[in-house]
């Protein structure tokens, strides 16, 4: 079946980086983009950012240019968000989700990495 | 960009109908025919529940309905009943620059 599944929680200390998988099955990786979504403990949901999982391009949120790196891997339909100079504020759960190919919308989302940035 | 505007709460009794709204601007909700909205429950990932203003996925029930009008899009969930406890968030495509924004969510509870 179609689905995203993504890599484990992680616990890092402010200034450093994090990077999150996202690894997808069931569907032909490339003819969808894929998006960064975050949020954080109690609040909202918030776009990052996408991916052309074709190509290659991407394009980020003003808020997060600069620290944010969204990379693809074709031979292993995976895509890769890379966060850094983390601070407190970046606490969150971060999703991928795959954009509808008939649509403007999120169709599949992964379950969700849950990184805790803490000194 | 900033969020799109939803209502914090909205509560209803089994079986009767209920309402959320988001609010945009003419560059968002008002520009484009590409508002969707999301279901969330608790720990879990959000679920597409309406594209496009107002079509409905496959196997989404019908209880669920989309529409909008001028800057304001609304979800109307018919029939409420105790599984459609959850949070809600609107989105709107924006633009190819920056693409999506969120809408502020909303609870719905079943009394």
């Known amino acids: 079946q179609v689905q995203l599944v993504q890599s484990g929680a992680e616990v890092k200390k402010p200034g450093a980086s994090v990077k999150v998988s996202c690894k997808a099955s069931?569907?032909?990786?490339?003819?969808?983009?894929m998006h960064w979504v975050r949020q954080a403990p109690g609040q909202g949901l918030e776009w990052m950012g996408i991916?052309?999982?074709?190509?290659?391009?991407?394009t980020y949120a003003q808020k997060f240019q600069g620290r944010v790196t969204m990379t693809r891997d074709t031979s292993t339909s995976t895509v890769f968000m890379e966060l850094s100079s983390l601070r407190s504020e970046d606490t969150a759960v971060y999703y991928c989700?795959?954009?509808?190919?008939?649509?403007?919308?999120?169709?599949?989302w992964g379950q969700g990495t849950m990184v805790t940035v803490s000194s | 960009q900033s969020a799109l505007t939803q209502p914090a709460s909205v509560s209803g009794s089994p079986g009767q109908s209920i309402t959320i709204s988001c609010t945009g601007t003419?560059?968002?909700?008002?520009?484009?025919?590409?508002v969707s909205w999301y279901q969330q429950h608790p720990g879990k990932a959000p679920k597409v529940m309406i594209y496009?203003?107002?079509n409905r996925p496959s196997g989404v029930s019908s209880r669920f309905s989309g529409s909008k009008s001028g800057n304001t899009a609304s979800l109307t969930i018919s029939g409420l009943q105790a599984e459609d406890e959850a949070d809600y968030y609107c989105?709107?495509?924006?633009?190819?620059?920056?693409?999506?924004?969120f809408g502020t969510g909303t609870k719905v509870t079943v009394l």
């Open positions: 989700a795959r954009e509808s190919d008939t649509s403007y919308g999120f169709d599949i």
């Open positions: 069931g569907y032909t990786f490339t003819s969808y983009y």
């Open positions: 991916i052309n999982t074709s190509g290659g391009s991407r």
């Open positions: 003419s560059s968002d909700v008002g520009g484009y025919n590409y």
């Open positions: 496009d203003v107002s």
């Open positions: 989105s709107s495509y924006i633009s190819s620059s920056t693409n999506y924004v």
